[in-house]
């Protein structure tokens, strides 16, 4: 079955304390992405990779990190977790072009930062 | 870069009522996406739709590329079709390669 997995699912951390959360596809694509969703903002773009080892900054990259060392696995790192990360994240995949395939989603991953 | 509007932003109806539900775009339609975010903030697929006409039981989706929107029907909702729905289109915004998505219609279905 097709499918991008997210874990964990829900996170409750405090403030500094090193987190990642892991995201892992199965269908052999390409581009993979992180989005968070917060309310009144909508769905914003963290990171994307279009390939092993090829990342690129999103709409709201700061305080994140992302690596793509393997196809497969897309993880986001936070290396000093803060408040304003409280949010929904959502990993996403995709085959290129995105303007031809479908992009699917993760369950999300629900964090909050006390 | 692409604009996704979506309206109405809020719908409350009783159950066994008919909805659409519309997404507007800025710029041509390539590969549309409708989604169901449910009440445990999961997105799930309903439609890939870049044109015409698809069904998939009491939902269908129709897009009009040329005229830049796409309808979204639930036909005789249910309980379970509260939540909130999003339509997305892939775009280039300042160089990041991501789904644009609209700010979401909020289906609430009363028993």
């Known amino acids: 079955e097709a499918q991008v997995t997210q874990n964990p699912r829900y996170l409750i951390t405090v403030t500094g304390k090193k987190l990642t959360v892991t995201c892992s596809q199965n269908?052999?694509?390409?581009?993979m992405s992180w989005y968070r969703q917060d309310p009144g903002l909508g769905l914003r773009q963290i990171y994307y990779s279009m390939n092993v080892e090829v990342t690129d900054k999103g709409d709201v990259p700061e305080g994140y990190k992302v690596s793509r060392k393997e196809k497969r696995n897309f993880p986001l790192i936070l290396e000093s977790p803060s408040p304003n990360q409280t949010s929904l994240y959502f990993c996403?995949?995709?085959?290129?072009?995105?303007?031809?395939?479908?992009?699917?989603f993760g369950a999300g991953t629900r964090l909050s930062v006390l | 870069g692409i604009q996704v509007e979506q309206s109405p932003p809020d719908l409350i109806l009783q159950e066994g009522a008919n909805s659409t539900l519309r997404c507007n775009f800025s710029?041509?339609?390539?590969?549309l996406q409708w989604f169901h975010q449910n009440p445990w903030g999961q997105l799930i697929n309903l439609f890939y739709?870049?044109?015409g006409t698809k069904q998939n039981g009491r939902l269908s989706a129709t897009t009009v590329a040329t005229e830049r929107y796409s309808l979204l029907y639930i036909s005789s909702s249910q309980t379970t079709d509260s939540g909130v729905y999003f339509c997305a289109e892939p775009g280039i915004i300042q160089g990041a390669q991501k789904l644009v998505f609209g700010q979401g219609t909020r289906l609430t279905i009363n028993p």
């Open positions: 710029d041509s339609v390539n590969n």
């Open positions: 996403a995949s995709s085959w290129l072009p995105l303007a031809k395939n479908i992009q699917y």
């Open positions: 739709i870049p044109s």
């Open positions: 269908m052999n694509h390409e581009y």
